[in-house]
């Protein structure tokens, strides 16, 4: 198999929207009544969830009827949020043809679909015109792409001129192993984290200049310290999160997410860059 294929299956889990609709039925939601918040556990698959994801575009400063582009946009949680929020057009971009599907499918149940459009794709051959796009987002994506002089010049290519890029990724100490499997891998045949300083002469080289770089590292173990609580008093898991898109594993790889954060060894940051 190779390592394009392997990513692709990491994020294919079989059966993903009937799992959940089961999940959204043990709160008496069904696709007729659902709201952007009920997904809000499951579609936003990246560490601090939904306020990662309103921090992260409050500080690109989208605006109303700006053309986005979200490279790796899963389940399309992040595009809603542009959307609903930010009152944003937002393409979005996925490897995996489960999370496309299902996303657009959530899309119809909110009424939405004529407004969001996602794609499946992959971030290293962007299909669209130069200088379409008046921001880029990406969170959590890059930890799966080797390439990443190839990901960040095509993204620069399809952005307009003084355009913006936010990412919120996970980034690596020099010189230090992870801990495996992690929610975006099982082991690092599939796992090509940049440190802060290879990210950013990675954005310079792809023709953007650096804003801001702020590691977000003591936030998301925080943030993950009172969901577990939560989940904790609560007696398990809510109906819908991490364990619906990645299975009984998820305990397992989360575990290893902090224990990587808190050891130093992974951090997440929040990054902001500008098309010169
Ligand atoms: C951890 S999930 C994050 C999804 C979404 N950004 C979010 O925060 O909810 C990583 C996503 O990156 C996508 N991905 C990985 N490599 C990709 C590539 N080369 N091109 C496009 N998407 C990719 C995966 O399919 C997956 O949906």
């Given amino acids: 198999m190779t390592k394009h294929d392997a990513i692709k299956q990491h994020y294919s889990m079989q059966g993903l929207l009937e799992k959940i609709k089961a999940g959204l039925a043990l709160r008496e939601k069904t696709p007729d009544n659902v709201e952007p918040s009920d997904l809000a556990m499951v579609d936003e ?59 657009n499918e959530l899309n119809r149940w909110l009424n939405i679909s004529d407004r969001i459009r996602l794609i499946q794709g992959n971030a290293l051959d962007l299909p669209f015109d130069s200088a379409t796009f008046d921001s880029c987002y990406s969170l959590h994506v890059s930890m799966n792409i080797e390439d990443k002089a190839g990901l960040y010049s095509g993204i620069c290519r399809v952005l307009k001129p003084g355009a913006k890029l936010g990412i919120y990724d996970i980034l690596k100490s020099e010189n230090e192993e992870l801990l495996f ?11 090509f984290l940049a440190s802060p300083e290879e990210l950013g002469v990675l954005l310079s080289n792809a023709g953007f200049q650096l804003e801001s770089m702020e590691d977000d590292s003591q936030k998301c173990l ?34 290893n997410l902090v224990k990587n954060i ?8 929040q990054i902001i860059a500008r098309k010169v």
């Fill in 45 to 103: 698959f990246h560490v601090r969830g939904r306020d990662a994801t309103l921090d992260l575009f409050r500080t690109l400063k989208i605006k109303p009827g700006d053309q986005v582009l979200d490279v790796g946009s899963g389940l399309g949680g992040p595009a809603r949020v542009a959307f609903n929020q930010f009152a944003a057009n937002v393409t979005g971009i996925d490897l995996s043809d489960v999370y496309t599907e299902v996303g």
């Fill in 222 to 255: 925080s943030w993950m310290k009172r969901a577990r609580e939560k989940n904790n008093k609560a007696g398990g898991a809510p109906p819908l999160g991490l364990h619906t898109i990645l299975g009984p594993s998820a305990p397992d790889r989360v575990r």
């Fill in 262 to 269: 808190s050891a130093g060894t992974a951090r997440v940051a």
């Fill in 181 to 191: 499997p992690v929610p975006w891998a099982d082991d690092n045949s599939t796992s």
